[in-house]
């Protein structure tokens, strides 16, 4: 395996205050540090998050877009904050299912030695 198999893609699960701040909080937006991403990004989120909201998550689209960035959201419907974890309430394990099937199929394109 190449020793910078690593490097080449983002998984963003939790993308809460990426576009903005988060109030009284030392959590930051990192809109400035966009331009840098070096590597494809999958981004999973559900409908119902306000951490990121569905507004939050366009506002992130649009950024990554002007940026030139290789990117793909899927959003789920029925689907809040934390929907992957198992041991919350707002867990979805069909949606978790879903998105853990984009998890595999985004790191098999770019994690695979064939390019």
């Known amino acids: 395996m190449r020793e910078d198999v690593y490097k080449r893609q983002a998984v963003d699960c939790y993308g809460a205050f990426v576009v903005e701040s988060r109030p009284e909080s030392t959590m930051t937006s990192i809109v400035d540090l966009l331009p840098n991403l070096s590597c494809p990004l999958l981004g999973l989120f559900g409908i119902e998050d306000q951490y990121p909201s569905p507004e939050q998550t366009v506002t992130l689209r649009e950024l990554l877009t002007k940026h030139g960035k290789d990117f793909t959201f ?30 595999w199929k985004f790191y098999g394109r770019h994690l695979s030695d064939k390019k």
């Open 74 to 103: 899927h959003e789920y419907d029925g689907a809040g904050h934390a929907f992957f974890a198992v041991d919350r309430p707002s867990y979805r394990a069909e949606v978790a299912t879903e998105a853990w099937g984009e998890i």
